[in-house]
């Protein structure tokens, strides 16, 4: 089993920027997809980023590209989201995930971490 425990999240002024880390231990992350979700007050749990187990291939929510970067370093098992331009409605709990699939135009995980908060103010 793997556990993923996130890690950066806090509070942010609108514009400003943050980079979540996520450490994974147990196995290593090498050879598998990563991403991260977001769930804001009252929202569903939303898909932000997905990175290959290569680090070659990249996607994105159309709502963060060109702002949000996912990243990995496989030697340190672990996985990066840098956010930049950062807005209020942003605001959300951020889930590492381990494992994200693309199915019917959506991504799915069924590997998740506990989260970190994400606040934005205006």
């Known amino acids: 089993q793997v556990q993923l425990v996130e890690s950066g999240g806090g509070l942010v002024q609108a514009g400003g920027s943050l980079r979540l880390s996520c450490a994974a231990s147990?196995?290593?992350?090498?050879?598998?997809?990563m991403g991260w979700f977001r769930q804001a007050p009252e929202k569903e749990r939303q898909f932000v980023a997905r990175i290959d187990w290569s680090g070659s291939i990249t996607n994105y929510a159309e709502s963060v590209k060109g702002r949000f970067t996912i990243s990995r370093d496989n030697a340190k098992n672990t996985v990066y989201l840098q956010m930049n331009s950062l807005k209020p409605e942003e605001t959300a709990v951020y889930y590492c995930a381990a494992d994200v699939r693309g199915e019917r135009g959506r991504y799915r995980t069924s590997t998740w971490g506990q989260g970190t908060q994400v606040t934005v103010s205006s």
């Open positions: 147990g196995r290593t992350i090498s050879g598998y997809s």
